[in-house]
């Protein structure tokens, strides 16, 4: 639970990001301000259809500043079943992500790091039950089975990184996901039921078709809601989901000379 200093910390350091990035960008930029808004119906990025859970999400938001977007989703269905999930990627003043513009994204965490960082996994005391395994599905995922102590619902945590930059000397990605599924309670999942449940999960323009609502929505200043900050920090009810760490500053900004090494200072 985030108590209400910390969120004042949050919402101070979200303005402070501001107020930086607005003073550093370069000629030609958006100038867009760190915010947390609704996604609007039908233009949802993030998709995920498994066993238990209904179809529409139960919280959405999504994030841009001059360097990054990144949408958080929760589904939630019959008998304790959710998932939640974060997708992350860097941009370039709303060029998107593309090879060679400078913005990548740097997270250096397992999969089973990426489930220690939800609320929900933690408040029901995650065990761990295997190893992490690889699996080339819709994207090249790690998957991380665990159980919840407090229902003995079966898991599993996904984490994938995609489209490389080929410019950057580190080799980082311009793409990450992460996040994960319990079962309904009762419900036993083997491997190939958590293969199975993966495959249901696409990013619309991605590893799925997307609408003309996604493909037309641009990076633009939204209107920050601090309820939704609050609801997507905290979870809704507090603790049985959500992600304190949202959201994730995870861009790094490279050379300005294509294929050039080191960092932007």
Known sequence: MISSSKKMMKAAALTAVAVV?????????????????????????????????????ALRAQYQDNDQQEEYALFRG????????????????????????????????????????????LAKRVTFTGDAFPY????????????????????????????????????????????????????????QDMIAAVDGLDIAGITSRAPAAVMERTFRQLRNDPQLVQAVNQGAPTGTAGLPAFPLELVRIYSDELGGSGDKP
């Open 21 to 57: 990035m607005t003073a550093c960008a370069g000629n030609g930029a958006l100038n867009v301000r760190p915010a947390i808004a609704p996604v609007p119906a039908g233009s949802e990025r993030v998709l995920f259809k498994a066993p238990g859970l209904d179809e529409q999400s």
């Open 136 to 191: 080339n599905g819709k994207l090249p995922y790690y998957l991380q089975p665990f159980g919840l102590a407090a229902t003995g619902q079966n898991c599993v945590g996904f984490h994938t990184e995609f489209n490389r930059d080929a410019h950057d000397p580190k080799g980082a990605y311009d793409n990450q996901l992460f996040g994960y599924y319990c079962a309904p309670t009762g419900t036993k999942m083997a491997k």
């Open 78 to 121: 019959k008998d304790g079943a959710q998932a939640e999930v974060v997708s992350a990627v860097a941009s370039f003043y709303g060029a998107g992500a593309a090879g060679g513009d400078r913005h990548v994204l740097d997270f250096a965490k397992i999969t089973k790091q990426t489930v220690e960082m939800w609320n929900m996994p």
